[in-house]
């Protein structure tokens, strides 16, 4: 059973480009979450996919935006980067939305 | 932003030693989970809660819904080295099961 994978491991773009992370959930899970963490701080949900919809949303500007495929796996897009998105940026599966999601190691995002 | 006030913020003890940290929200929460966090990789779960007073051991780590549903607590028992990182208590809100929200973490630091 293989886990969460992230891609890339780290990235640095310049402010008001665009980026995409990808994410492969684990085997066997339908629901995927991204999250923003900052340095030193708990991770902060920016939405939920399952089932290809979006599920769920945390307070984030519409420059964040998502996708997820057909095989639950999933892409974060970030519009117009700004500085304050420099963060790792964190995916997570499980099954149905219940507890107990499995992170990725994450992208760590640096914005210059 | 997050709705879990995680304590202590960090924590230097000895080898050996029992260690106790807490979480508390102002809403009730569905889902109690702990989670450990070491530096490059994304958080691994330790317990997850599902029921109001469940009390549930994984090893040396115990962990408990609190009855009120809005608190949960994570003890570790007989520290070693090992146990450094950065503890994590998340919830599902009760209005909201999609989402999972965070604490700012526990920093553990073990003295051998």
Redesign the interface.
Known sequence: ETGVTQSPTHLIKTRGQQVTLRCSSQSGHNTVSWYQQALGQGPQFIFQYYREEENGRGNFPPRFSGLQFPNYSSELNVNALELDDSALYLCASSFDSLGGYTFGSGTRLTVV | ??Q?N?SPQSMFIQEGEDVSMNCTSSSIFN?W?W?KQDP??????LI?L?KAGELTSNGRLTAQFGITRKDSFLNISASIPSDVGIY?C?G?PEY??????????TRLTVKP
Request: net charge negative.
């Open positions: 932003g997050q879990l995680q889902t989970l989670y490059g990789e994304g958080p691994v779960l997850a599902y994590f998340a599902q909201n099961n999609n989402d999972m929200r965070f604490g700012a973490g």
